[in-house]
Every structure is written in structure tokens, then in C-alpha cells.
């Protein structure tokens, strides 16, 4: 063992570490993980370099463009309210929610699907006296197995097609993976269906509590110079009984009040900070008296005059802005907004909204001005959630039309290998904009560049554990583990590892650091790499045991109000089905 692998091992934990400890965002720690690899001689300037100009990569963003015009249309939402009709039962209705939404997930981001779905899951279960817990952590697991039925359903399919590509192996076909994806997916369904609602759990979020269904947000209020509220106590002004809202802290001249209960007097200038419903909210800020504590700029008033919009937004996993305080992110300048509530699944313990620290699945309710649509619709700092009509966009029929048209022609040329599937994504991009179905600025704005980055970055890793023989040198070891099991245990080893790695840190990363051992396996087996990589693709997906492996997880981790353990109790037995079939299939069809 060379010098050169014990230090990238080092520098592997140590990215790992930061990954699971979630200490900055993912793209930051692979960028600083090749850097140090770069500096120490361990991998060349150049070869840090390879995977940002990698195929896979590459591909991973010019998808996102085409995806995102298809969600851009509306298409996709009204297709959604059209197939979901009421459930007579609770298994039912889950089978109606899981089909659609797998499918879907095989060519769109399964994170906008997700999002789609929620709210209509939300409001049958409203209707029918069922916890969303019972729902929304079998649409995640449906659209993460519905995402490796295609080569463009995930980017962790890509990611290894590109690494494969790029050492000379043929890659997977457009429907190769469905060998797989397709059983696990309708296994996976089966199997929620039937034993789901007795595995989940019974959980009530705080927004499954209220009547209308809505979040809990936690908003500002300054008392004014008026006798409805100013010298009343917090009884007789009717706050206290008041049982919609709930009145965390006060704060006189800065100064947080220690002590105060049903007795305590207000004054002019004390500002509240308050929890409740947005209904609830919005009724107690149109009461004399009381005034939303706002910079004006984006006041209630523009609100109501039609000015501005008010829209729900949920902060994902691979913001910029996470780690940093609502306060020093100045909305305005960055997304003309301000942020008027915020809804996090446990209490804030911040004294004011500017100090509130920015989370992955916070869901921050904004006063949105005119240039919202073009500062921020389609960056990948937050999903949009209340959108009941789209407020931005009115396209002609063609224009809302046409992205669907060619995502299917993209979609056939590719499956009969025809044109590669990177060549037909770049195809249709130029279309879309050669025909102004979308500006050069809009397809920009669409590129997940986080993402990307940590697909590069990873690359880089990948790489300098090949050229250091970090990656044959792990090969070797994992084959004197279990070559008393043979291929079989091979398989089975190499699945569980990967599996382990996208639980704790990135799908793509965990595909990155497995995808070269397994090479190296092969080479050492003397058998075909294609199952092996296929492993590899598949267990990078499979995120089931955590909420942190994948977006759509902790998007539902916050929107159900879920334990931690919630995910071990239906994910453990998800993710050995899925291994079992996956192994299976992988023996029978490529061995």
C-alpha cells in the first residue's frame, strides 16, 4: 500500500464525514476534497478537470433544460389532476398516487413530481381522516425506483453511463436499466401497497392538524399607535384565546420580554412573534391595530393591490443559500422577494425572521414582486409549491406543446440507439431555442449547477482512485472477503456498499467511489462489467433508510412530519426486496 492511497483514504473519510455531518453543501466538499488531491500531488490539474467536461455530466444539464420546459408548459400538473380521481380505500388511492408518479419519474426530476403530488395527497387525506405519513414516503420511494427504469430517469444512471463511456465500455442503452427498474418499481408498489399502511406510521404534522390544511408559518407583527391593541392586555385584545395562532416571544425596543402571560400590557412598537396558519395570520394582520412587520417595499398592501404574489417555496437540498441566515441573503436584490413566514417541522429558536438560518425543506411563504418570474422561477434554490395557476407564464398553445413533442422524438431516437442520448438532448435544447420556446437566460437558470458540480468534483475522486490503484488495491480486498460466496457474493457485497455510501452522503458521489472498484473487480474476475456497473447504478438510487440519501426523502421528511426511525422502518425491508431483485435479475440476465 503506496503513500498515495493511504492519504486519499484519508481525504475520502474526511469527505465523508462532512457529507453525513452535512457541514457545508455537498458541491463545496467535493470541490475542497479534489482541491487537496490537486495540491498534493495525488491527481494532475488536468485529470481534476475530466469529469467537467464528461458526456454524463454534460448530459445531466442539458436534460434538466428539456425537463424543464416540459414542467415549465403545465402539462405535467394537469395530466396529474386529471389521473388522480378519489380512492374508495386507502390502498386504492395509494395505487393510483405510486403508478402515475413512477412513470412520470422515468423522464422528469422526481423532486417537481413530488412536489406536484404532495398538496392533492394532502387534501384526500384531509377528506378521509388519514395521515399523509401513510402517503407521501411511498411517493418518494415510488418516484426514486420509477427514476431507474431509463438512462435519463436519474442522474446517478447518467453519471455511470458517462464514466463507462469514458473508459471505452459501451455505456447502458436508453431502456437497459429497465430489466431492473421495471420489476423493483412494480415489486416495490406491491409491496407498499399491501404491507405500507401497516409498516408506517401514524404521524400528524403540525399542518395535518389544522382544518384547511396548511402550514404553521411563523411571522412578525409590530403593535400600532391604536385602542384595539395598544395598552390592552394580551386577553382583552383577544390574542390570547385567540386559538389559531400562538404567540411565541415579544420584543420591546429590542428586547426580548422574559416574563410575560395573559396580563402583560402592550405598547406601541412591541413586536410579536407569532405562529399560526396562514389564514389565521392574514386575519389578525387585517385587524386594527396590528401590522406585519415588513420593509415595506413588499407590504400587504402591494399584496392585496395585485402588485406582488404570495408564494410558498421549500428550500432543496442543494441550495446556495442554506447555511446562511434569511437576513444576509438580501432577497431583494437577489429574487425582488421578501420573506414574509417561514414553516420548519420543529420550532425556530431564533428571536427574529432575519436571524433564522436557512435549512434544507424550510418553506419560506414570500411577498414575490414583478421580477420574481425572472430572477428565480427556475433556479434550483427552492421549489415553488403554491401554484395553483401558474402565475408567471402564459404560453401559446405551440409553445407549451412543442417541449413535450420533442422530448418524445428525444426519447425514441435514443431508445433506438439511433442518436446517442447525449447528442439528442443538445439537439433539443438548440430547438428550444432556436424557436424561442425558451431564452438563453431561462435554460440557464434551469441547469442544476450544484448538482453538477458535485458530479464533476466526484469524477475527479473517481479518477485519482484509479491512477492511484486506491480503487484495485479496495477491488482486491473486497474479492479475498467473499470469493468463498463467489460471483454471487460479489454482487451482493458491492451492492450493500454502495447502498451504504448513497445513504450517508450523494447518490452521484456513491456512484463515483464504487464505479471504479467494481472496474477493477471485473478485471480481477475476468467477467463483464456491465452487471457490475448496473449494481452500482441501481444500489446508488436505492435511498430508502434515510431521510439525507436523497431530495425526495427529505422533502417528505418535513412535509409528514417523520421520525428519523420512520424511514428504517419501512426502508429496511424496501431496500433488501429491492437488493433481492436486483441481484436476481443482474445474475439471470448478465452472468
Known amino acids: 500500500m503506496t503513500w498515495e492511497i493511504i492519504a486519499l483514504g484519508l481525504i475520502i473519510v474526511v469527505m465523508m464525514g462532512a457529507l453525513i455531518k452535512e457541514l457545508a453543501p455537498p458541491e463545496i466538499i467535493l470541490l475542497l476534497a479534489l482541491g487537496v488531491l490537486v495540491v498534493s500531488g495525488i491527481l494532475s490539474f488536468s485529470d481534476a478537470l475530466t469529469g467537467f467536461t464528461n458526456q454524463g455530466m454534460l448530459t445531466v444539464g442539458l436534460l434538466c433544460i428539456v425537463a424543464g420546459s416540459v414542467q415549465r408548459s403545465g402539462l405535467v400538473e394537469t395530466f396529474i389532476n386529471r389521473i388522480l380521481s378519489k380512492g374508495e380505500t386507502q390502498r386504492q388511492s395509494l395505487l393510483r398516487i405510486l403508478i402515475p408518479s413512477s412513470i412520470l419519474s422515468g423522464f422528469l426530476n422526481n423532486t417537481p413530481i413530488v412536489a406536484t403530488f404532495s398538496p392533492l395527497v394532502r387534501q384526500w387525506c384531509e377528506r378521509h381522516n388519514v395521515s399523509p405519513s401513510k402517503f407521501l414516503l411511498p411517493l ?16 446517478t444512471n447518467l453519471v455511470v453511463h458517462g464514466m463507462l463511456v469514458e473508459r471505452g465500455y459501451d455505456g447502458f442503452s436508453f431502456f437497459q436499466l429497465s430489466i431492473i427498474g421495471v420489476p423493483i418499481t412494480i415489486g416495490l408498489i406491491i409491496f407498499i ?11 400528524t404534522p403540525p399542518s395535518y392538524l389544522l382544518k384547511d390544511d396548511r402550514k404553521r408559518f411563523m411571522m412578525e407583527f409590530v403593535v400600532g399607535n391604536t385602542e384595539a391593541y395598544h395598552l390592552k392586555t394580551i386577553r382583552s385584545s383577544g390574542l390570547w384565546t385567540e386559538k389559531s395562532i400562538e404567540i411565541k416571544d415579544i420584543y420591546r425596543k429590542q428586547k426580548r420580554q422574559l416574563h410575560w402571560d395573559e396580563k402583560f400590557i402592550l405598547q406601541e412598537g412591541d413586536r410579536l412573534w407569532v405562529k399560526g396558519t396562514l389564514d389565521a395570520l392574514a386575519a389578525m394582520e387585517r385587524k386594527e391595530g396590528i401590522e406585519h412587520h415588513s420593509s415595506g417595499q413588499y407590504g400587504i398592501n402591494k399584496l392585496r393591490d395585485g402588485e406582488n404574489k404570495l408564494l410558498e417555496v421549500v428550500v432543496t437540498h442543494y441550495s446556495s443559500l442554506l447555511f446562511q441566515t434569511i437576513g444576509s441573503v438580501s432577497f ?8 414574509a413566514g417561514v414553516h420548519r417541522h420543529q420550532d425556530v429558536q431564533e428571536s427574529s425572521l432575519n436571524d433564522i438560518p436557512v435549512k434544507p425543506g424550510d418553506t419560506l411563504l414570500l411577498l414575490a414582486g414583478p421580477q420574481f418570474e425572472e430572477k428565480t ?15 408567471f407564464f402564459h404560453l401559446p398553445s405551440w409553445k407549451a406543446v412543442l417541449p413535450v413533442v420533442l422530448m ?9 440507439q439511433i442518436v446517442p442520448i447525449f447528442y439528442a438532448s443538445l439537439a433539443v435544447t438548440g430547438l428550444l431555442l432556436l424557436l424561442r ?27 485519482a482512485m484509479l491512477q492511484t490503484g486506491a480503487a484495485a488495491f479496495g477491488a482486491g480486498q473486497l474479492i479475498n472477503w467473499v470469493q468463498p460466496f463467489g460471483i454471487i ?8 456498499v454502495t447502498n451504504l455510501f448513497t445513504e450517508m452522503i450523494t447518490n452521484n458521489a ?14 480481477l474476475l475476468d467477467i463483464d462489467i456491465l452487471p457490475l456497473a448496473v449494481i452500482v447504478a441501481i444500489a446508488a438510487s436505492a435511498s430508502f433508510i434515510t431521510p439525507i440519501g436523497y431530495q425526495t426523502n427529505l422533502f417528505v421528511y418535513h412535509q409528514a412530519g417523520y421520525r428519523f426511525t420512520d424511514f428504517m422502518r419501512l426502508g429496511i425491508p424496501v431496500s433488501f426486496f429491492v437488493m433481492l431483485i436486483t441481484v436476481t435479475i443482474t445474475w439471470i440476465v448478465w452472468v
Not at 145 to 154: D, K, V, Y
Not at 489 to 496: A, D, L, Q, R
Open 193 to 203: 401497497v399491501l404491507l405500507g399502511p401497516v409498516l408506517l406510521p401514524d404521524r
Open 408 to 416: 418524445s422524438a428525444m426519447v425514441v431516437l435514443s431508445a433506438l
Open 140 to 155: 418518494s420511494y415510488a418516484t426514486i425506483t420509477g427514476g431507474t427504469m431509463t438512462l435519463i430517469g436519474t442522474s
Open 332 to 339: 431583494t436584490d437577489r429574487f425582488d422577494a421578501e420573506v
Open 489 to 496: 457474493g460479489i454482487f451482493i457485497v458491492i451492492y450493500i
Open 377 to 391: 422561477l427556475h433556479h434550483n434554490e427552492f421549489t415553488v409549491l403554491t401554484k395553483k395557476e401558474n402565475p
Open 510 to 523: 456513491a456512484a463515483i467511489i464504487m464505479l471504479p472498484i467494481s472496474i477493477e473487480a471485473a478485471g
Open 437 to 463: 420556446v425558451m431564452t438563453v437566460k431561462e435554460a440557464v437558470d434551469y441547469i442544476p449547477i450544484p448538482i453538477l458540480l458535485v458530479i464533476a468534483a466526484a469524477f475527479g475522486v473517481g479518477e
